[in-house]
């Protein structure tokens, strides 16, 4: 695997370097390190403040123009420590890991908070589905790359704060028209409305895909809403919603000789069920500020529902679900020291059935199995403070509690057993950073801290008879620390990015397969894992029109004690590298990504494994041509360039059928037509 990756390198770097010579140069950009708040940090953080691992991506609006993402992945790809697996289809959603944590998950997210626009998509329980998630018109993301429950709580093993809202935009009016092999559809418009500072945007979107595997089909419509407004001179107020309807198959995974055999079929089982998702998840939130001489107030409230209907071979689930909540935060200085108080309000309740399938015979049955409604809410404070140390050092302080409260209320008591019951969980998260500026660059050093409950499907799949909540499964704990540094070299135009990280988890959260059950978990608290690791990203822009950049991730996430002690954790490669190149010139632009990922397991026992892979991506697209009172972008792109077999995703621990694959080389084409 060195030695490939080492080619490919030099490879790219040829094409990059090939590229750039092609293009004419325009105005020069030096190097700096930014002053952006970092909303992920809820406060008084900044990209060249934070004593903590923080990246911010910002896309150019050329990029957003002539780029057609289809996963969160495509917009995140080089954020080091960050890793969404492709699991080749939509039913499962990615499986995001931020420095091991998440990497359990066996559908949609755990172990990390996420928010779009400013609204928690984690619900109180810990887990998030990313459905919701145009990437199409993602304009910024930040990740914390660390433990980060003095911020959001439960789930924090990481955070992930995506953003869509337009920033003080002109008026325009486009419609974006796209498509490629494995069926690919794409069909979006937006409008961005600017009056008297007030700005209005609605975003539309459809796409669809038949997938590269049987049964691999998937459509999702999307629909993106945001206002802001002034207030006074001293505040805004924002609108944010967000809606989306999804249909997706899922083929499942495969052993080993089943990819080698055809790489394209479906599990047996999960083909002969009609296996997938149909999902409908809306939201709305309001979020306003205001900001007096010495102190500024922030509140946010919201709302939404998900519906869901998930036909699987051990069962068909279907759940109705309602969410909301509300944050609040006062923040100001005194004495040179600035502050940070807040309190979260949270809940979500599921009204859950689950319907019994006859496996050998492969149908559905009226039998009803499960009915039940769960309700979980969450409580929490939180306070912190910047204290400068001196004129360059800076201490920030923190800490949060939290308590959670799962309620579960059995309506199935035909079988004789009431199953209703309570579990309440709570932590305190401390959180302690120093952060010395040296002008050129930020070195930093913290230590955080995060708590993760079980969700309630993690809590109500128990070995047994389903319903009720399983009474042995607890939270798991993490504790972190870690060192590095961030800034920019103007004379080379260069920004970099280096931590060296370690985390301890204790009641670790390990998925198991019931056997004989197709395909059905439970999870239990088993012991502690250790997770060390470095990561350094770095981005040189010689030329305006010109930026390279590059990620490398080392890490071991290891079990520590039972059985399994000195075992990798699965799911997790040991090593990864990306690399970018993107060319903006006056007329046509070109992006060339490289992504390499080392061998990992598939299981505890460290007796599956993967092979490495390396992938490479190209896109082009000319920025401006006219036709009339129409501009037109048209763009064209190729993923997977060389047609590499690789395994995108694992099913975790699963009982021989590991494997889900990639996809081959794929061809995309669109135009984006502005008014």
Known sequence: MPVRILLASVVFLLMAATAANAQVPADTVAAELPEVSVEAARGLETSA????AVSVVQRSDTAQQLEAPVYVNDVVRDVPGVWMTDRGHFALGERLIIRGMGWRSPFGVRGVQVLLDGIPLTMPDGQAFLDIVDPL?????????????????NGSGGTLFLDSRPAGEAPRAQVRIGGGGNGLQQLATEVVARTNERTVRLALS?????????????????ALLSAETPIQDRGRLRLMGAFVDQDARNPGSLTREQVEDDRSQASALFDAFGAGKQATQGQLGANLVYAWDTMAAEGTVFGGFRDLRNPLPFAYIAFDRVYGGGRTALSGQAQGIAWHLGADVNVQQDDRINRATDIPNRTFLDTITLDQQETVWSTAAFGYAQVPLTSRLTATLGARVDRVAFSLSDNLLADGIDNSGRRTFSAVSPGAGLAFDTGPALLFANYNTAFETPTTTELVNRPGQPGGFNEDLGPQRTQGVEVGTRGAWGPANLTFDVALYYMHADD????????DSGGRVFFQNLGTNTHRGGELAVAWQPEPWLSLHAAYTANQVVFEDDELDGNQVPGLPDQR?????RVEGPAAYLRLSWDAVSDYFADNANQVKTDGYAVADVHVGLTRVEAGPLSLQPYAGVRNLFDTDYIGSVAINARGNFFEPGAGRVLEAGVTVAL
């Open 508 to 515: 670790r959260l390990v998925q198991q397969e019931i056997p």
């Open 577 to 581: 590298f990306s690399a970018t190149a």
């Open 49 to 52: 403040s934070a004593p903590f």
């Open 206 to 222: 459809d796409l669809q895909r038949n997938g590269h595997r049987t049964n691999g089909n998937g459509r999702f419509t999307r």
């Open 137 to 153: 018109f993602l304009r910024s993301a930040e990740a914390i790359r660390g433990p980060s429950s003095l911020f959001w709580g």
